[in-house]
C-alpha cells in the first residue's frame, strides 16, 4: 500500500543523487557509513517505481551496498560475481521455514548480506523465480521497537522498511564501534517532509484511517475464506547446505488437511534422488513408507483434485510449498500462518507446537505416521484457533 508524495514546488527541477524535487532534496542529511558487509539488494521491478521506497536512501549512505532490479537473476553475472566471492559468503535476511534468528545466531565472520525489496507478495514471488538464491542460509529479524516509517502502514508494529531491516541487520554484523545511526537521518527527514505536507493538506491518509479504527491484529480472510482453507505440510529430501554437488530438495511426505470439513490428504512421492543420509531420521520415517509412494505425477494428479482453484494453501512459512512448486505443482495461493500468530502474539512463537501452546490451542491426534503428521495436527490447530479469535473480533 502507497502513499502520494508531496507535490513538487518545482516539479521541472530534480536531484540528481536522491531523485528527489531539488527544494526538497535530502542529500544534505546523508552521511556515508563504510562496513565491513557487503548490502546486496534485490528489488522487483515494481518496488523501483515506488515513490516513497527507502532502496535510494540506503544507496546514498551505504557506499558498500548494490542494487538489482529484475525477476529472474539466473543470468546477472554481476550478481553471481558478487554472491560467489568466498571471504564473504551471502546470507539471505527473510522469513521462511528454515530461518534462524539473527540476533541470537549471527554467521561467524564477514558476509555478504542479501536483502529482497518489494511487498511479502513481491519478495515471495522472486524466490520461486530465482531456487538458487532461495537456497542461501536464511536469517530473521525480530525488531524491538515499531517501524518509523509513519507514512506508510506495515502489515504489524513489527514490520520495518527495508531501509530500517538493513540498519537493524547490520547493528548486529557490524562491530559496535561502527556508527549505523547516520544512515537513517535522510529516511526520518523524509517521512518529516511528508508528514509535514500531509497536515498542511489535510488529506486523509489510510495511516490517520488506522489510528481512529483499531483493527483487530488477526486478518479477516480467516473467516471469509474459512471453507476454502487447506492446511498443508510436506517433509522434503534436501541435503544440508554447502554440500557439494548437492541435488535439489523434492518433497517426500505431503500431507494436508481442510479444517472446515476434516477431508484429509496424504502422499508419500518416490524420491527422485538419493535420499540424504538424515532423511528417515529427521521425518521419523521409515523405508517401509515409502514402499508405497507414488511418482510425482500420479501425485500431482490427485493434488489438483484435492486442492480445489478458490482454496488457499495454509502453511509454515513458505519453504515447504515453495519445493513443491518448484518439483512441478501448480502455484498455490499461500496464507503464512506463523506470521499471523507472531502479528497477534507480538512475540517470538517457538515451533508450531509451541505455538498451539500459546495460543491455548487443542491438538487433535496426528492421523498419519512421522514428524508430518505431528506437524499437520500442530498446524490445524493453531489456524483453527486464529480463525475463532478473528470470529470473535469480526462477527
Known sequence: MSTKSA?????????????????????????????????VLLQHPKESTVRI??????LLGLPNARVHVGLDFSNDEALKRELENSTAPPILLYPGEDAVSLEECPPAGKVTLLVIDGTWWQASKLL????????????????????????RREPSPLHVSTIEAVVNALSILEPPTCNLL?????????????????????????LRKSIRIKKPRVPKVLIERHTHLV???????????????ANPPEIIHWVAQRPATGEFFEAYIRPRFPLSGSFFQHTGLSPAHLE????????????????????????????????????????MPHLDIRQIARDHLKQKLGDMH??????????????????????????????????????????
Do not use: M
Open 182 to 206: 547516520p544512515l537513517l537521518d535522510p529516511f526520518d527527514a523524509f517521512v518529516e517532509q511528508q508528514l509535514r505536507f500531509a497536515s498542511e493538506q489535510r488529506a486523509r491518509r489510510h
Open 292 to 331: 508405497r509412494a507414488e511418482s510425482f505425477e500420479s501425485f500431482k494428479s490427485r493434488w489438483e483434485a484435492f486442492f480445489r482453484s478458490e482454496d488457499e494453501l495454509v502453511g509454515w512459512g513458505y519453504y515447504a510449498s515453495s519445493v513443491l512448486e518448484a518439483n512441478g505443482a501448480c502455484a
Open 53 to 58: 521506497g527507502t532502496v535510494r536512501l540506503l
Open 128 to 151: 520461486k523465480l530465482n531456487p538458487e538464491i532461495a537456497k542461501i542460509p536464511r536469517y530473521f529479524l525480530s525488531p524491538s521497537s515499531p517501524s518509523r516509517y509513519r507514512i
Open 231 to 245: 492446511v498443508g505440510y510436506g517433509e522434503a529430501n534436501a541435503w544440508p547446505y554447502g554440500t557439494a554437488n
Open 7 to 39: 507535490p513538487d514546488p518545482t516539479p521541472r527541477a530534480i536531484c540528481g543523487g536522491c531523485q528527489r524535487p531539488e527544494a526538497l532534496c535530502l542529500c544534505g542529511t546523508v552521511t556515508p557509513v563504510p562496513t565491513d558487509t557487503r548490502v
Open 354 to 395: 509451541e505455538c498451539a501452546r500459546k495460543l491455548a490451542a487443542p491438538l487433535e491426534p496426528p492421523r498419519t505416521a512421522g514428524r508430518a503428521g505431528e506437524r499437520l495436527a500442530a498446524l490445524v490447530a493453531v489456524t483453527e484457533a486464529l480463525v475463532s479469535l478473528a470470529r470473535q473480533a469480526y462477527e
